[in-house]
């Protein structure tokens, strides 16, 4: 599902388990960035590659990482617990928290993603979001191809693979996981598991993409 030689929080994520890298996400950023060396702008919690471009009215709240050839773009909001890889954007009045991007994701315009992991070059489309937390308040459960695991998490967003696109307008609802390669449809509301190399359709429909194990 994740390519992790594509982020630095490579010893967070576990295959098995790697929403848990959320838990201790605060605490690694803090510990990773007096080592990122003079090719960052460190000051109060937040190092900044010196080949980003930051906006001039984007919000950075500390603790976070922001890559090289990282964009944060105009009305950014970067609430902290933040790490945004080589070559990521986060886009026109985009919120992120407690979020790990990995190296070239693009969330463009107009998004929410809380407890959320991106995968290497995952996009999501204009108004696309994330869901973090239960209408019933109850721990997030999410859906794997082995079955449903209880996280123990009162807010949990998305899991989204390598390669994924989410179409504009989409909802991730708590706990959802998208597998690598995988497509979202615009204006969808997503609930459990898509399968990698899959397209999630208006509806809740799952088909194959064409040419992936003959399938379809």
């Known amino acids: ?126 108004g696309a979001m994330t869901s973090n937390v239960r209408a019933d308040k109850k721990t997030v459960r999410i859906r794997t191809e082995n079955g449903e695991i209880d996280t123990g998490f009162e807010k949990l967003g998305a899991l989204i693979g390598d390669y994924a696109e989410i179409g504009c307008n989409a909802v991730l609802n708590p706990g959802t996981v998208i597998g690598e390669h995988s497509n979202v449809y615009p204006l969808s509301s997503v609930r459990g598991y898509v399968p990698s190399f899959s397209i999630y359709k208006t509806g809740g429909i799952i088909v194959a993409k064409r040419g992936y194990n003959g399938s379809i």
């Open 1 to 126: 599902m994740f390519d992790i030689q594509h982020t630095i929080a490579r010893e967070l994520i576990r295959d098995d388990l790697p929403y848990k890298a959320l838990a201790g996400l605060h605490d690694f950023i803090l510990s990773c960035i007096p080592s990122l060396g003079d090719e960052y702008d460190m000051e109060n919690g937040i190092a900044i590659h010196k080949s980003a471009v930051i906006s001039p009215n984007a919000v950075i709240l500390p603790p976070a990482i922001i890559g090289e050839d990282a964009e944060i773009r105009t009305g950014a909001f970067i609430r902290g617990s933040v790490i945004i890889g080589r070559g990521a954007v986060v886009g026109n009045s985009v919120e992120v928290k407690n979020s790990i991007f990995f190296d070239s994701v693009e969330v463009p315009h107009l998004s929410y993603i809380g407890d959320s992991i991106l995968g290497y070059k995952a996009h999501f489309g204009a």
